[in-house]
């Protein structure tokens, strides 16, 4: 499933999620609110910072099997 295909849908369960919230008790939902910009903002920068580590890790990988397929051609096979 395609990460645009999911957005709509968490966003409506979010909505709906926090208006059952609210009609329980409003205080304890504005309570539970409060975190989520910082827990939002963390996500996103730790997930930043993961994704371009990951890509560099990806980069390494790939120079170690450019090399590894280079000395693999340069041998003889026997049969």
């Known amino acids: 499933i395609d ?3 999911k957005t709509p849908s968490l966003a409506v369960g979010g909505c709906v999620l926090v208006a059952m919230g609210f009609t329980i008790s409003w205080k304890l939902t504005l309570l539970s609110l409060i975190p989520m910009p910082i827990v939002a ?5 730790y997930g930043t910072l993961l994704h371009k580590r990951f890509h560099k890790a990806q980069q390494s990988f790939s120079e170690i099997n450019d090399k590894v397929q280079e ?3 340069g041998m003889k096979v026997i049969r």
């Open 41 to 45: 903002i963390s996500t996103n920068y």
């Open 3 to 5: 990460r645009n295909e």
């Open 71 to 73: 000395s693999m051609s």
